[in-house]
Nanobody, 125 residues
Framework: QVQLVESGGGSVQPGGSLRLSCRAS???????IGWFRQAPGKEREGVACISSVDDTTYYTDSVKGRFTITRDTAKNMVYLQMDNLKPEDTAVYYC???????????????????WGQGTQVTVSS
């Protein structure tokens, strides 16, 4: 049974950092992982993703240079390092995955078959 479990959310001041973790278990096939976020009253937005093939990464423009997605295959973990956080980064962050043998770097939610429960990130002074 596939399961995604996020952790690491919390409250931080603007300019601060947080690292989100996603434990992915139960996968048999290679899988791409993405991080999404949803702020109150807004649509879910793709933030970053990492390929199942070669760990190539892709970021939405608003987080480029501030967020870094990495994978530790041995530990079945994916991380989202978030630096220089801004109030507009406040949202519930979700880890999501889909199984793929090819490199697909897309942040369209419909592609992702498996979702975690989410973790809250609040950036406020």
């Amino acid at each position: 049974q596939v399961q995604l479990v996020e952790s690491g959310g919390g409250s931080v001041q603007p300019g601060g950092s947080l690292r989100l973790s996603c434990r992915a278990s139960g996968f048999i096939l290679p899988h791409s992982i993405g991080w999404f976020r949803q702020a109150p009253g807004k649509e879910r937005e793709g933030v970053a993703c990492i390929s199942s093939v070669d760990d190539t990464t892709y970021y939405t423009d608003s987080v480029k240079g501030r967020f870094t997605i990495t994978r530790d295959t041995a530990k079945n973990m994916v991380y989202l390092q978030m630096d220089n956080l801004k109030p507009e980064d406040t949202a519930v962050y979700y880890c999501a995955a889909f199984e793929a043998f090819e490199k697909i770097l897309k942040l369209e939610a419909w592609r992702y078959d498996y979702w975690g429960q989410g973790t809250q990130v609040t950036v406020s002074s």
